[in-house]
Protein backbone atom coordinates (compact mmCIF):
# COMPACT_ATOMS: atom_id res chain seq x y z
CA UNK A 1 0.00 0.00 0.00
CA UNK A 2 1.30 3.77 -0.84
CA UNK A 3 2.61 5.49 2.20
CA UNK A 4 0.81 8.61 1.70
CA UNK A 5 -2.79 6.22 1.74
CA UNK A 6 -1.39 4.83 4.92
CA UNK A 7 -0.34 8.06 6.86
CA UNK A 8 -3.73 9.97 5.30
CA UNK A 9 -5.55 6.75 7.34
CA UNK A 10 -3.59 7.14 10.39
CA UNK A 11 -4.12 10.68 10.52
CA UNK A 12 -7.50 10.37 10.00
CA UNK A 13 -7.86 7.60 12.94
CA UNK A 14 -6.05 9.92 15.07
CA UNK A 15 -8.39 12.93 14.37
CA UNK A 16 -11.36 10.76 15.10
CA UNK A 17 -9.54 9.64 18.30
CA UNK A 18 -8.34 13.25 19.72
CA UNK A 19 -12.31 14.29 18.70
CA UNK A 20 -13.93 11.94 20.48
CA UNK A 21 -11.58 12.63 23.51
CA UNK A 22 -12.59 16.25 23.76
CA UNK A 23 -16.04 15.39 23.25
CA UNK A 24 -16.03 13.11 26.13
CA UNK A 25 -14.18 15.73 28.18
CA UNK A 26 -16.52 18.50 27.41
CA UNK A 27 -19.83 16.72 28.01
CA UNK A 28 -19.33 17.29 32.12
CA UNK A 29 -18.69 20.73 31.40
CA UNK A 30 -21.49 21.31 29.33
CA UNK A 31 -23.88 19.63 32.68
CA UNK A 32 -22.55 22.55 34.36
CA UNK A 33 -23.04 26.05 32.64
CA UNK A 34 -21.32 28.80 34.24
CA UNK A 35 -24.51 30.98 34.98
CA UNK A 36 -26.22 28.32 37.07
CA UNK A 37 -27.55 29.66 40.42
CA UNK A 38 -26.01 26.96 42.93
CA UNK A 39 -29.29 27.11 44.81
CA UNK A 40 -32.71 28.06 43.34
CA UNK A 41 -33.14 31.81 44.12
CA UNK A 42 -35.68 34.20 43.64
CA UNK A 43 -34.11 38.02 43.75
CA UNK A 44 -30.72 36.34 45.16
CA UNK A 45 -32.14 34.46 48.42
CA UNK A 46 -31.71 30.67 48.30
CA UNK A 47 -34.92 29.18 48.46
CA UNK A 48 -35.59 25.88 51.28
CA UNK A 49 -36.86 22.73 49.40
CA UNK A 50 -40.66 23.65 50.05
CA UNK A 51 -40.44 26.98 48.75
CA UNK A 52 -38.49 25.35 45.85
CA UNK A 53 -41.48 23.08 45.10
CA UNK A 54 -44.25 26.12 45.60
CA UNK A 55 -42.22 27.96 43.30
CA UNK A 56 -42.18 24.59 40.66
CA UNK A 57 -46.07 24.40 40.82
CA UNK A 58 -48.03 25.85 37.82
CA UNK A 59 -47.61 25.83 33.85
CA UNK A 60 -45.00 26.17 32.12
CA UNK A 61 -44.65 26.16 28.17
CA UNK A 62 -41.03 25.57 26.57
CA UNK A 63 -38.97 28.70 24.98
CA UNK A 64 -38.00 26.31 22.32
CA UNK A 65 -41.06 24.93 21.36
CA UNK A 66 -44.05 27.03 22.14
CA UNK A 67 -46.78 23.35 21.49
CA UNK A 68 -44.99 21.61 24.47
CA UNK A 69 -46.16 22.48 28.10
CA UNK A 70 -45.50 21.17 31.33
CA UNK A 71 -47.45 21.54 34.43
CA UNK A 72 -46.44 20.76 37.71
CA UNK A 73 -49.40 20.08 40.57
CA UNK A 74 -49.27 20.90 44.29
CA UNK A 75 -50.36 17.52 44.99
CA UNK A 76 -47.28 15.96 43.28
CA UNK A 77 -48.93 15.29 39.70
CA UNK A 78 -47.03 16.69 36.51
CA UNK A 79 -49.02 16.55 32.96
CA UNK A 80 -46.66 17.08 29.86
CA UNK A 81 -48.87 18.45 26.76
CA UNK A 82 -48.13 18.96 23.22
CA UNK A 83 -50.81 21.22 21.55
CA UNK A 84 -53.25 19.81 18.83
CA UNK A 85 -51.80 16.45 20.31
CA UNK A 86 -54.20 15.06 22.60
CA UNK A 87 -52.65 11.32 22.47
CA UNK A 88 -49.45 12.70 23.45
CA UNK A 89 -50.52 13.62 26.75
CA UNK A 90 -48.88 11.84 29.52
CA UNK A 91 -49.38 12.25 33.34
CA UNK A 92 -46.78 11.15 36.30
CA UNK A 93 -45.54 12.61 39.41
CA UNK A 94 -42.74 15.09 40.95
CA UNK A 95 -40.49 15.30 43.23
CA UNK A 96 -37.08 16.95 44.74
CA UNK A 97 -34.81 14.39 44.77
CA UNK A 98 -32.75 14.84 48.70
CA UNK A 99 -30.67 11.87 48.02
CA UNK A 100 -28.75 11.07 45.01
CA UNK A 101 -27.49 7.80 46.07
CA UNK A 102 -30.87 6.56 46.61
CA UNK A 103 -31.22 6.74 42.57
CA UNK A 104 -29.77 5.01 39.76
CA UNK A 105 -26.11 4.71 39.13
CA UNK A 106 -24.36 7.29 36.15
CA UNK A 107 -26.69 10.41 36.68
CA UNK A 108 -24.08 13.05 36.21
CA UNK A 109 -23.86 15.46 39.41
CA UNK A 110 -24.57 19.40 38.81
CA UNK A 111 -22.88 20.76 41.85
CA UNK A 112 -25.63 22.57 44.37
CA UNK A 113 -28.58 22.10 41.78
CA UNK A 114 -31.52 21.10 43.17
CA UNK A 115 -32.30 17.64 41.57
CA UNK A 116 -36.31 17.73 39.95
CA UNK A 117 -37.30 13.89 39.23
CA UNK A 118 -40.20 13.08 37.28
CA UNK A 119 -41.68 9.67 37.09
CA UNK A 120 -43.86 8.48 34.14
CA UNK A 121 -45.14 5.41 33.38
CA UNK A 122 -42.60 4.25 30.88
CA UNK A 123 -39.86 5.54 32.40
CA UNK A 124 -38.19 8.10 35.09
CA UNK A 125 -36.59 11.70 33.96
CA UNK A 126 -33.97 13.45 36.22
CA UNK A 127 -33.64 17.16 36.07
CA UNK A 128 -30.91 19.43 37.48
CA UNK A 129 -32.59 23.03 38.08
CA UNK A 130 -30.15 25.45 36.92
CA UNK A 131 -32.40 28.63 37.34
CA UNK A 132 -35.40 29.02 38.91
CA UNK A 133 -37.61 32.43 39.26
CA UNK A 134 -40.93 33.72 39.19
CA UNK A 135 -41.57 33.48 35.65
CA UNK A 136 -38.80 31.44 34.15
CA UNK A 137 -37.52 27.86 34.49
CA UNK A 138 -34.27 25.72 33.03
CA UNK A 139 -33.29 22.66 33.83
CA UNK A 140 -30.50 20.11 32.53
CA UNK A 141 -31.71 16.36 31.54
CA UNK A 142 -29.58 14.62 33.64
CA UNK A 143 -30.79 10.72 31.80
CA UNK A 144 -30.16 11.87 28.39
CA UNK A 145 -28.49 15.47 26.89
CA UNK A 146 -29.62 19.10 26.66
CA UNK A 147 -31.38 21.94 28.36
CA UNK A 148 -34.83 22.30 28.87
CA UNK A 149 -36.02 26.04 29.63
CA UNK A 150 -39.70 27.45 30.22
CA UNK A 151 -41.54 30.02 30.68
CA UNK A 152 -44.31 30.68 33.24
CA UNK A 153 -48.00 30.35 32.04
CA UNK A 154 -50.07 30.59 34.92
Known sequence: MNTKVVTGIVVVIALIVVGWWYWAMMTPAALAPTEVNPEDSVNGVALSE????????????????????????????????????????????????????????GLPVVKDARVLKIEFPEEALYFA??????????????SGNGVLEFTRVN
Do not use: C, H
Open 50 to 105: SETQAQLVGTWRSTEDEKFVRSFSSDGTVTDSYEGIAEASVTGEWSLVTDLSQEPA
Open 129 to 142: ITNLSENDLSMIYL
